[in-house]
């Protein structure tokens, strides 16, 4: 099954960034979900433009995090040698940057594009 998630973009200005919301299962009905006050129907945030819903691209990262279009990673590039960041995007059918050339487990997730600059772990 496809895993997604999603932030509510209004709260982009508060101190932490927008608020994320997992995908969850409750009663066989999927949601998203904040906490377990918070949550919403699993259509919601595909009908709203508040919201921008990611993907998970199916690896993780080398703590064993799933990555999610929108993440900031940091990785040694392969041809290089060099530390490079990046943000993982989905374009033209496929993501970048090319996380399976670079090795998932060769990355870290240390942040999203959601969050404010200043709480990216890096």
Request: charged residues 25%; proline residues 5%.
């Amino acid at each position: 099954m496809k895993k997604f998630r999603a932030f509510y973009i209004p709260d982009l200005d508060t101190p932490d960034g927008a608020l994320k919301f997992n995908q969850v299962e409750i009663d066989n009905n999927l949601w998203f979900a904040y906490d377990d006050e918070l949550k919403y129907e699993f259509s919601i945030p595909f009908m709203d433009d508040d919201w921008a819903v990611q993907q998970c691209i199916g690896m993780k990262d080398g703590n064993d995090i799933d990555i999610y279009e929108g993440d900031v990673i940091v990785f040694k590039h392969p041809e290089t040698n060099t530390i490079r960041m990046d943000t993982v995007q989905y374009v033209s059918g496929c993501f970048i940057p090319d996380i399976w050339r670079t090795t998932g487990k060769n990355c870290t997730v240390v942040g999203n594009i959601f969050q404010q600059p200043d709480t990216i772990n890096i």
